[in-house]
Structure formats: structure tokens, C-alpha cells
């Protein structure tokens, strides 16, 4: 029995043989000079070959846009884009003239340095593109060498499938019914084969390595999804043990989900609303299963960290009016774009910032790019008309920004009526709470906003100073800390004193310590990743607000987040749910 540590990329527990995808890494591309007289021909060769492959993904496109929607099929758009790319068609034809080398030699050329050129920014969402040029480029190669792409649609048997790196054209093509978890070396959690592993509701462990060299087709494998634990060939104990939890783990989520659907009330009466955090519109369908009341975050820059292209103003309406239709009269709160900071992106952000979490990110961004900023409220506003929609922005520091937003806003109102377009007129408008400065002017702020969303994740950051994704640093990034909490408490105060909403969308909105005591404080929405609400509602209906407001007010007295998580496990079973 071997046991490794990867990133849980997509929860669940599976048990299965494994299926080592090996593609056709291995194969080699010949490589051989030419005469100048040749390059016509292999030029031919090419053309023939890119127009076999447009074909072939087309076909996927199509298919992943009937099956999951306009997010996923985006995917392929970026793919047929590349095969379209004039400057692409210019470095090909350059190199194949001054190399005299065969047309396959050239791709595998470029595709070096396009990748090369890539793994250089420091931004994982941008390294992780190279999988698609791959894609592409490996695409292309198989029409000219004439091989069959190796694809895992023909799965007959249930697998846990492994890989090297598997591409989206893979996971778009695999049949879903067989592969019963994914493990793979490479990859992170923001990797499109772990966003589509989650879309999909196939447990993942992604990032493992090197392990793929060390597994055998049909091992038997564990894989938990949720701790990034992959076992090989188990004892029997081992074996046993996983099957319970697999099993109880089915169970859970089956009735979680079942009572999911229903609102959710403490057993006092208060009504809760929990909503999901989605990032790709694929995931609206996930949320309305695990019984969200809405979508509370849509993280809309993520439209925008697809490969290839910045979407323009069709694609984002597009894309929003899926998410409202999917949703029904379910609001839905778009948050305009958070890129920089962490998201940065090649085309449109500056990577040699000093401090990017403290740069050009955010509404900072988008103020001064309102063209940009201006097509999207656009975007949000032609899509108003299918459904509940509110509009949000991101790391407001104070009310001027606030201000200039919503005179943006004004603006791009005017675009739409210039144009004829109609719109809902009565979007309610928010901000996040996620800068100290914003949370100690809540109560100026909630004079210009109908909503409010704590955003904890950055408020923690950058209350304690301390860089959200830095490991070394991670034990202080603490959602108890007093400072944290007094921040919170007096956004919720103020939202309240000017009679308007507050809700919370970090990752401590899922947290049940932080749940029971952000309900005591008078929280009123909880916006989490779709799997967690099964699991937050049953929490909820065991309790008594009553109970978590004396609760929540014995924490506010506390000096530090030992004492207080100390106080909050006598008190809460996390477990079962219940309060002690
Ligand atoms: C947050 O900061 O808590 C938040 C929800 O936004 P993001 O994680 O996208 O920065
Ligand atoms: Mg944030």
C-alpha cells in the first residue's frame, strides 16, 4: 500500500482501477530539412491539416455547449481562435521559410515558444493557458502524422482516471458516466480541468507530481477528493475504512441535498438566506441542486481568465443572461472585475507591480479603464431583463470610488438607452466590505449602496497584513482574530442603522464556528461554494438565533482567536451540527 499528497481539487471519495491515460507524448515528431522548393507543399500540408482540426473542434465546441453551457464551449472558441491567429501563421511561415525544416518540426518549434513565453509570467492562471496551446498544437500534429487522437469517450468500464496532464478537450470528451475520479500530476485548483472536475462532480486530486510513473493500469485506488489523499493498492483495514466513508459520504450528500431544498429558518423563526459563489456560469445549475437561495458572488473576471481572447460585450451578456436564466427569479449578484491583485492578466494588467495586492486591481482597475468597465456594466445591464440582478463592486475604499462607479453605471445606462436597449431600471447596487477603510466607513458608504458583501477573504489580508496565499504566513491569516470580528460587527451595525442588507461571502461564511457566530452578530445572506450550503443549512436549522446572538456577543468580549475558537468548539459540535 503507497499513499500521496496532492491538492483536493474536487471533494468526494471514489474507489476504482485505474486507467493511465498515457496520450501520445511519447510518440516522436519527425523532424527533417527541406528544399526552398518544398515550403508550398508543406504549407498545403498545413492548411489541410489546421482545416481537419477546425472540424474536430467545432464538434467539441458544439458538444460542450449543449451539454454545459456557453462557459465551457469557450474553451474550443479560444482553441479555433488560435488556429486563426494571423501572427501565428506569420512566425510559422517565417520559421518554416528560414529553417527549411518539415512543417511539423515548425509547430512543435512554436509551441515551444509560445509555452516558454508563458511559463515565464508569474501568474499561475496565465501558466496554466499552456495546456491549450498544447491542446492545439498536438491537435494539428495528428492530422499531419495521421494519427488518431487518443480520446477517453470510449471508456467502457468505471475508472479513476490517470494522467500527466489532461487537456479540456479531454475532460470535455471523456465519458463522464466511467471515469469515477481524476488524479493527475500536474495542475492546480484554478486549472480548467479542476474547475470542469468540479463542474462536473468528479472527486480530483490534482498536482501529485510525479506520480503517475509510480501507478499501474488497473491498481486499485482510493481517491479523497476532499484532503488530496490518493492510496494505492489498499489493505484491506484501509479498503473497509474508505468504503464507509465513500459510502456515508454518498448518504450525506444525498440527504443534504434533499433538505436542501427548502428554506432555510433557525428554530426561532429567522429566516437565513445562504447563497452560492460561483465563478463560470456552468456552475448556476451545481448551486440550484445543493438549494441556493441565489447566486451571491458571481466572480465575473473569471470570464475574462479563459484562454485567448477578453470577451466583449456579447459574449459577457451572454454569459450573465445564462447565469439569471438558470437561476429563475433567484437574484443574482454580479461582482464587476476583481482582476489584478492575484488575478492578473497578460492583455490587460501590469505584472511588474511591486505590491499587486495593494496595486492596480479591483474597481481601481476599472476606474481607470472604463472602457472596459463601462462594456461590462453594459453587458450586466442587457442581461437585466432575464432576471433578479444586482450589481457589486469590488475593494471600494472609500466613497468616492463608490460615487464614480455608480456615475459609470449612470453612463452606461445612457449607452443602452442611446441604443435602444432595454434594461430593468431597478438593480439594487452594492459594494463589498473587504478594506479596513471601507469597513470603518460603513456607515458613509451604506448611504450611497443598497447592499453590502463582507468579503473576508481580502478583509483578513488586509486587516492582519497578511498575504492570502502565502503558506508561510497562513496561520495568521485568522477570521477570529478580535480585530477581524469588530470590523464585521460594526459593517453589520451600520448596513442595519441605514436599513440595508449584509451579507458575507469569504470562505468563513462556511465555516460552522464562524456561521453560528456571524448569525449572533445579525448577518442576514451567506454566500459560500455551492457544496457547502447543504451542510450550512442543517446547521442552521438546529439552532436558535437567540443562542448564537448570546454566543456572538460572549466572542465580541475575547481577546484573541485561541481564546475564542477554544470557546467556540465547548460550544458547537460541528460534527452534528448542534450547539451545546
Ligand atoms: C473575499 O475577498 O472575501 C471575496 C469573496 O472575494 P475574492 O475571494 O474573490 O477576493
Ligand atoms: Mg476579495
Known sequence: MKQFSGIPASPGI?????????????????????????VGSEWSRLVIAIDKAKVEVELLRDRARDEMGDEQSAIFDAHLLMMQDPDLFERMESSLKSNLRNIEWVILQLEQELVQQLSEIDDPYIRERTSDIHDVSKRILNHLLFRERMTLDDLKDDVVLVAHDLLPSDLISMNRDHVKAIVMDQGGRTSHTAILARAFEVPAVLGLGNVMKSLHAADLLIVDGKSGIVIVEPDDATLELYEGMRDRFIERERTLIADALDIVSTKDGKRVFLKANIEVPEEARAALRNGADGVGLFRSEFLFLQPGRVPDEDEQTRAYSEVLQVMKDRPVTIRTLDLGGDKALAELTDYSEKNPLLGWRAIRFCLSRQDIFRTQLRAILRASVHGDVRIMFPMISGVEELELSLALLGLAREDCDKRGIPYRKDIPTGIMIEIPSAAMTSDILAQHADFFSIGTNDLIQYTIAVDRGNERVAYLHQPFHPAVL???????????AAGISVGLCGEMAADPYAAIVLLGLGLDEFSMSGVSIPETKRLFRGVLAADARVIAGKVMTMTSPAEIEGYLKTRIDAESGTLR
Open 14 to 38: 471514489a474507489i476504482g482501477r485505474a486507467f493511465v491515460f498515457f496520450d501520445d507524448e511519447g510518440v516522436q515528431v519527425p523532424s527533417y530539412s527541406i528544399s526552398a522548393s518544398d
Open 486 to 496: 469588530r470590523l464585521i460587527q460594526r459593517t453589520i451595525d451600520a448596513a442595519h
